[in-house]
């Protein structure tokens, strides 16, 4: 991470692997703290006749939980991960098809739906699906003394008052989803949503870094990025 | 002609509308479609309310029986909702299975209904028999706006259960209920309200008919209680800060209009 947050805002260790299903277009897998998602993408593919759209192609979700039989929450989160697809996906590009989006959570512990996020959104770029933009999402949860603490666990989760989750994207800044429950004031939640931006501009330094280490493996990318010396990257002479 | 101009082109349609300020069902930007709540439309029911949107209609019933409570909270009743829609509401749902969009509503209701009152208040015997509701909410119609529609009559039909007088069998122990005594009414902690305003281009148009929310870009949907708080807020479109703080604006002034209309009902019944 980059590290230029504020001091109140403390976030916990985030990590990706890229490419790393055989058969999927594009699958990431992301690490915040405990929590763990794998997403696995297929697409633009055949669809079922019955769910054919002539203007833009069907988004087709599954979401498993880490333990035990689908529960009706997994619903819940299928309807969400679908719903950013179609805010970010130029569904336009491919009419006639379906892009086919399955989420594993591995472990959960807390911050789960923005951890989903971020793993679709490597997932989609992954797959190299035409995207209008890159998107990150922010868990935050609030505390009974009213302090917001970001990237809750799940037992942080359990003891506070409020939880949100935002997703922005990077090219207007604008958040395209939200999902907030327990108890707050218009106040409140404002300021939840405008403070947790800083938390997903690091996180779209991330992308940037995950993706930079992926392509360096590429003989035709390896141009391009700046050269690596020690381990750090070298910046570029005026 | 104008009908096959919608069919084809229903984004084209929506736009010559709102180009003049108007919606093609003859709101205003801002408008809503008439309100209509019914409270104990059942009778079977502890306590029921029908809300209808314009043509959206929705049936919210509440029936209790008695179960044993969970070991870690022996004095704790349960509150089970379920959202129902049926194949016949609209024909964009299927026969079979429950439809995702119910199970997604449910989960909606659920986390909404939460410390919604308090569930030591539902024990009959403590460690042993506790009620449990059953919230059953039934689309009859869907016009949209299904989950606006679905919470005003899930509030409606609390704010009007009386669970009625219990006693206990001295011989077996066994709990029934007793019609002639006093049945007590549900106390709630707050009355939620949900408002969804439906985003097309760079409009946000409130209470979306069927047709407005099959070309949406996206909805909000927020949920403000009678304190004024927000208890929940569902969003899938894109928005920038200035919209939302707006739409907040806008949510709790159509919450207030709800909650006055539902205050007066509940106290002709």
């Known amino acids: 991470m980059l590290g230029t947050l504020e001091n109140s805002i403390r976030v916990r260790p985030i990590s990706s692997e890229l490419s790393i299903l055989g058969n999927c277009d594009g699958s990431a897998r992301v690490k915040q703290g405990n929590s763990s998602v794998m997403v696995g993408i297929w697409g633009p593919v055949e669809v079922k006749q019955s769910k054919e759209d002539p203007e833009k192609c069907v988004i087709e979700t599954t979401v498993k939980g880490a333990t035990g039989q689908g529960s009706p929450l997994d619903k819940m989160y299928e309807e969400a991960v679908r719903q950013t697809c179609e805010q970010v996906v130029i569904t336009s590009a491919h009419p006639r098809t379906c892009i086919q989006v399955i989420v594993q959570v591995e472990s959960e512990d807390g911050a789960i739906l923005a951890v989903m996020k971020n793993a679709l959104c490597l997932a989609l770029m992954d797959a190299g699906l035409p995207m209008r933009s890159m998107f990150a999402g922010v868990s935050c949860a609030q505390q009974e003394n009213e302090e917001l603490m970001w990237d809750p666990t799940a037992e942080e989760e359990e003891e506070s008052t409020a939880q949100y989750t935002f997703v922005y994207e990077n090219s207007r800044n604008n958040v395209i989803y939200v999902h907030c429950t327990g108890e707050s004031t218009v106040e409140q939640y404002m300021l939840a949503l405008q403070k947790s931006r800083q938390v997903a501009t690091e996180v779209f330094g991330f992308y940037r870094e995950s993706f930079e280490k992926l392509l360096r493996k590429d003989v035709k990318f390896q141009m391009l990025l700046p050269p690596i010396i020690k381990g750090e990257i070298l910046e570029e002479p005026e | ?269």
């Open chain 2, 1 to 269: 002609m104008a009908d096959d101009f919608k069919i084809a082109q229903p984004k084209q349609y929506q736009r010559l509308f709102l180009k003049d300020e108007i919606r093609p069902d003859g709101r205003a930007l801002t408008g809503c479609r008439e309100v209509k709540i019914h409270v104990n439309a059942v009778s079977s029911a502890l306590g029921s309310a029908m809300v209808c949107y314009g043509n959206t209609r929705v049936i919210a019933g509440i029936k209790g029986r008695f179960a044993e409570p969970t070991i870690n909270n022996p004095n704790s009743g349960y509150l089970i909702p379920n959202m129902i829609l049926p194949m016949t509401c609209n024909t964009k749902y299927r026969p079979g299975y429950p439809d995702d969009a119910g199970v997604a509503m449910s989960n909606k209701l659920n986390t909404l209904i939460t410390d919604i009152t308090d569930l030591m208040e539902l024990c009959v015997v403590p460690g042993k028999v506790v009620w449990s509701l059953n919230l059953d909410v039934v689309c009859i119609n869907d016009d949209g706006n299904v989950l606006d529609a679905a919470v005003l009559a899930l509030s409606a039909a609390l704010n009007n259960t009386w669970l009625p007088a219990t006693r206990v069998m001295e011989e077996t122990g066994r709990v029934l209920v007793d019609p002639e005594g006093e049945r007590s009414r549900l106390e709630l902690k707050f009355i939620p309200i949900a408002v969804t305003l439906s985003v097309f281009d760079d409009k946000t148009l409130p209470d979306p008919s069927e047709d407005e929310e099959n070309i949406q870009s996206g909805s909000v949907t927020c949920c403000i209680d009678d304190q004024s708080k927000i208890r929940a807020m569902w969003s899938s479109a894109n928005l920038s800060d200035d919209v939302i703080s707006a739409a907040l604006v806008y949510v709790q002034k159509r919450a207030s209009v709800l909650l006055s209309v539902l205050r007066k009902v509940s106290k002709t019944s």
